[in-house]
């Protein structure tokens, strides 16, 4: 179980004017951020070493993307940028706490890496080679714990924003203070997460990419309305108001859908969900809402809920996994994108990638929603939901908020 292992480890939007009359606006991870040069910057919801950018575009459409600082840096908001962790005043910082004298990493795929408090004061560190970090006895050694030190793999900011409605374009930010529009090179589109011309065959030339599944959960039944017709198992499912209920002893399973030759190197997860705050206490822990483990199996695609977070992962050559926040939104829509290089998660708009290198383990299971091996069971709607394993057109994967 080392990926349910591992992501369990991760500990744990304002009013407008509207035709003459105030009605509720949705928060977002970009409410009230400072702009610098038409980019906006917030802090991230509980990651100190993490901030988020924001561009804007007509009719008030934000597209926010979540960055990292170099490690040993957090996001200092009144300066608009990283800095060494001890000139910041972060209240996430656990370093703040009486008598802390280390804490792991926010990045769960280091093994090594950790804060250290000095006199209540962070400091990025990393074990010897051949140990590894544990949250209560620090460095210890573990052979299998590689990872190097110091972490700069990220890219800290980015001068670059996308094009609405042209994903082969995207504008660079200028020494003159303007911004340019400039095109990717052929066979590749702008990818706001990398800041750059990554995401290589978005569009198969001559073919149109359709989702394997899609399920819909009209006139109080569960379907495919894909054209594969894939036979979708009910275990204690219910409809109500057009979308699956799920009182946490339930699942849907959808056996047949398993790896196969004709793959393009791509997963896309398209879902949305709905807690049921009535029954909020009664849920304890991580709750799964897709894993591709129906049969027990340890699965190697993860897409489970902790209070305010999605957690994503998936097992690869280079597993990965990783928390987003959830803002408060009645639905929250949640997009899991694995290729043979990267793992991305849009959740709520709000976009996040890191390395997952290698195509998913075959784990020989189909796929269930609403429940995985090892967690709680989602209590709550799910609605909306698409699995591709194609490479469909940018809206399809848009994180339009």
Known sequence: MRLILLVITVLTLQTVLSQGQRKKKVPSVCDKAKIRYGVG?????????QFVQCFYYPRRRVEPVYRTCDFGEFWDQSKLRCLPAKYVNCKFDKCKIPGTLFYKHSDPN???????????????QCCPEGEGFHPVRGCIPNPSCKDMCPLKDRLPGCNRKPVSGAPTKFEQYTD???????????????????CDCSLKGI????????????????????????????????EGVSVYRGAAYFRGNSRLVIDRLRPSKNDE???????????????????????????NGHCGKEPSVVIAKLQNKI????????????????????WKEVIYIKDDYKLTGRVCGAAFNDWCIGKLRDTNCGYQIGAAPGLAGFVGLIDDISIYRCKPLDAVININY
């Open 265 to 291: 190197g791509v997963l896309i997860i398209k879902m949305r969900f709905r807690e049921d705050k009535r029954r909020r206490r009664f849920v304890r822990g991580l709750q799964g809402l897709v894993t």
């Open 176 to 194: 003159n203070g303007i911004w340019e529009r400039e095109n990717c090179p052929s066979g590749a589109a702008y990818d706001p997460t990398d």
């Open 110 to 124: 280091k093994c090594n890496a950790y804060w250290q408090c000095v006199n209540g004061i962070p400091y990025g």
């Open 203 to 234: 569009i198969v030339p001559g073919r149109r990419c359709k989702p394997d599944v899609k399920l819909t959960f009209d006139r109080d039944q569960i379907k495919d309305i894909s054209g594969n017709n894939y036979r979708i198992y009910s």
């Open 41 to 49: 910057f917030n802090p991230h919801p509980f990651d100190c070493s």
């Open 311 to 330: 957690l994503l992962g998936a097992e690869a050559n280079i597993s990965r996994q990783f928390p987003l926040p959830i803002v408060n939104k009645p």
